[in-house]
């Protein structure tokens, strides 16, 4: 019928997380503000909605080092309503003939991404940052400050697979160092 897609080869799916995981997230948060529920952060798949604070403090929302998963760049306190939104190829991957393969896919190409390691954005609105950060990843570690340019309201870091570090004045700003 109208509106309905088939994918005709067996076994194949269609993942849309890069797309449903903040609208779902805010869904939550709804729910959540309507029982009453002022202060609350919900994470999803590396995206994490919040409101309100922590016992009268910012929430703190640590941000991984795309270059290296295991490692923290950093933590974001939001206070209010706040969006910290995380797209990569470090989560999910596996190796085909020597080659290491991702689930964030060039559609010109159909192949893997390369040139961006992992996007995080920064926003108050789900509509500023909803997809943006795998649509970096598409068009590459060159479109990123033009992108960031074009969205002020919008913090922005990339990390390329060449190991280099680009971040918006904004990002610089919200991003703290870890205690030690």
Do not use: C
Not at 69 to 81: C, M, R, T, V
Not at 100 to 106: Q, S
Not at 129 to 148: C, D, I, R
């Amino acid at each position: 019928g109208a509106g309905t897609a088939y994918l005709a080869e067996r076994g194949v799916a269609l993942d849309l997380g890069g797309i449903a995981k903040l609208p779902i997230l805010a869904a939550g948060l709804r729910v959540l503000q309507r029982e009453g529920v002022a202060n609350a952060l919900v994470n999803g798949g590396g995206d994490v909605r919040a409101s309100g604070r922590l016992q009268g403090r910012p929430w703190r929302v640590g941000v991984r080092d795309p270059r290296a998963p295991e490692k923290l760049l950093g933590a974001i306190a939001l206070e209010g309503f706040g969006i910290v939104a995380s797209s990569g190829d470090y989560e999910r991957g596996f190796m085909h003939q020597g080659r290491r393969l991702h689930h964030v896919l060039d559609p010109h190409t159909g192949w893997p991404t390369t040139g961006v390691h992992g996007v995080a954005l920064l926003a108050r609105d789900v509509d500023a940052v909803n997809g943006w950060g795998t649509a970096l990843m598409v068009q590459g570690m060159a479109a990123v400050p033009a992108w960031s340019a074009r969205h002020p309201d919008v913090a922005v870091l990339a990390a390329g697979s060449d190991g280099a570090l680009w971040q918006s004045s904004s990002m610089a700003a919200a991003l703290k160092p870890l205690a030690a």
